[in-house]
């Protein structure tokens, strides 16, 4: 009797605390009583980038696994002291890559030969003097990168940019409910809920293919252009 009593009271307490276990994983609705309108905004903004981002390597080939590995890193830290002396700080200087690959000559009919191995050491480097990268990546090149692609243009801090195409993105949404309201010869009684989707997205990286220039070539030239911050609104409101 003692035990069926225990296990009825057991199973009364579970069934208590199923529902607010539950509730947090609750979705909230809200109850319109008018019409419901759903408008979806944008908000865009532009800035001036100020940080360029790119790749810039070294590819060597050797007979051995060892040499290529070594001639790699040989090149690399003498691309590395140069934007060192060009004024690039520590953090803004990212190993990306170091790969090391056999090559073969297939002949038919023969099993593969080994000629030799091809060895790669990458690095990802954040210029913030967008206009001062391209004579250094002159200089890059001269110390021994055969390797660079980019730029990737981006805007360093771009939260207060994507503040003011959120204010915008609202407006725009809320002028677009008065008008439809009006269409409609309603009113707007109030916001419902607002998400938001997107944001501020980079555009890819430009391919950059560079060669040691001769003396008297043109320098290389990185223009920053102008990037577009944009921020998507889901609205809903209620009209009546």
Same mark, same amino acid.
């Given at each position: 009797?003692?035990?069926?009593?225990?296990?009825?009271?057991?199973?009364?307490?579970?069934?208590?605390?199923?529902?607010?276990?539950?509730?947090?994983?609750?979705?909230?609705?809200?109850?319109?009583?008018?019409?419901?309108?759903?408008?979806?905004?944008?908000?865009?903004?532009?800035?001036?980038?100020?940080? @360029?981002?790119?790749?810039?390597? !070294?590819?060597? +080939?050797?007979?051995?696994? #060892?040499?290529? /590995?070594? %001639? *790699?890193?040989?090149?690399?830290?003498?691309?590395?002291?140069?934007?060192?002396?060009?004024?690039?700080?520590?953090?803004?200087?990212?190993?990306?890559?170091?790969?090391?690959?056999?090559?073969?000559?297939?002949?038919?009919?023969?099993?593969?030969?080994?000629?030799?191995?091809? @060895?790669?050491?990458?690095?990802? !480097?954040?210029? +913030?003097?967008?206009?001062? #990268?391209?004579? /250094?990546? %002159? *200089?890059?090149?001269?110390?021994?990168?055969?390797?660079?692609?980019?730029?990737?243009?981006?805007?360093?801090?771009?939260?207060?940019?994507?503040?003011?195409?959120?204010?915008?993105?609202?407006?725009?949404?809320?002028?677009?409910?008065?008008?439809?309201?009006?269409?409609?010869?309603?009113?707007?009684?109030?916001? !419902?809920?607002?998400?938001?989707?997107?944001?501020?997205?980079?555009?890819?990286?430009?391919?950059?293919?560079?060669?040691?220039?001769?003396?008297?070539?043109?320098?290389?030239?990185?223009?920053?252009?102008?990037?577009?911050?944009?921020?998507?609104?889901?609205?809903?409101?209620?009209?009546?």
């Amino acid at each position: 009797m003692k035990q069926s009593l225990i296990a009825a009271l057991l199973l009364g307490a579970a069934a208590f605390a199923a529902p607010a276990a539950a509730q947090p994983g609750q979705s909230i609705t809200q109850s319109i009583s008018g019409t419901r309108l759903d408008v979806n905004a944008t908000g865009e903004v532009t800035r001036v980038p100020d940080v @360029a981002v790119i790749s810039a390597g !070294v590819v060597t +080939r050797q007979a051995t696994a #060892s040499a290529a /590995i070594q %001639d *790699a890193a040989a090149r690399m830290e003498r691309v590395r002291a140069a934007l060192k002396r060009a004024g690039i700080d520590d953090r803004d200087i990212q190993t990306s890559n170091v790969s090391l690959n056999p090559e073969y000559r297939y002949v038919e009919n023969q099993p593969p030969q080994l000629t030799g191995y091809t @060895a790669t050491n990458q690095l990802s !480097v954040r210029f +913030r003097d967008i206009r001062s #990268s391209g004579r /250094i990546l %002159d *200089a890059l090149v001269g110390e021994g990168a055969n390797q660079i692609n980019g730029p990737n243009l981006v805007v360093d801090k771009p939260e207060a940019a994507l503040d003011e195409a959120r204010t915008k993105a609202v407006a725009a949404g809320r002028a677009r409910a008065e008008l439809y309201a009006r269409s409609l010869g309603m009113r707007v009684v109030r916001v !419902v809920s607002v998400s938001e989707s997107g944001g501020y997205s980079a555009p890819p990286p430009m391919p950059m293919v560079m060669q040691a220039r001769a003396a008297g070539d043109a320098e290389t030239r990185i223009d920053p252009g102008l990037q577009k911050l944009q921020v998507n609104l889901a609205m809903v409101f209620e009209l009546q």
